[in-house]
């Protein structure tokens, strides 16, 4: 198979799958039904909404307000703490951290 031939068969497949899981976005089912009612197989079909939207989704910032940040900032070099989440986000927490804050933000990274 040549490579424009590969190109051809993937944008088809990314056509096919793109106009299903808009179709889907619109039909108020779930997703199983929506896919028993059209022969699709569910797993591959999560596979393409997953692959899609990462394709589609430009990437998105929260802000997070500067005046409550500013004030815990750690200007003193004193020990700190480093989250490493999931490899995506890194959060470096100083002494006298609000907690409400900490709650606040990790609520927020886990909704994205």
Not at 18 to 38: D, V
Not at 59 to 70: G, H, K, Y
Request: net charge positive; hydrophobic share 30%; proline share 3%.
């Amino acid at each position: 198979m040549t490579e424009r031939t590969r190109e051809k068969k993937n944008r088809e497949k990314q056509e096919f799958w793109s106009s299903h899981i808009e179709s889907w976005k619109g039909s108020g089912l779930k997703q199983a039904e929506y896919c028993r009612q059209n022969n699709l197989i569910r797993y591959r079909f999560t596979y393409w909404k997953c692959k899609l939207h990462k394709k589609i989704e430009p990437l998105a910032f929260v802000q997070i307000p500067c005046n409550t940040i500013r004030s815990q900032i750690n200007l003193n070099n004193q020990a700190s703490l480093k989250l490493n989440i999931g490899g995506t986000y890194q959060i470096e927490i100083g002494d006298g951290f609000s907690p409400d804050t900490l709650s606040i933000l990790v609520r927020t990274l886990g909704s994205i």
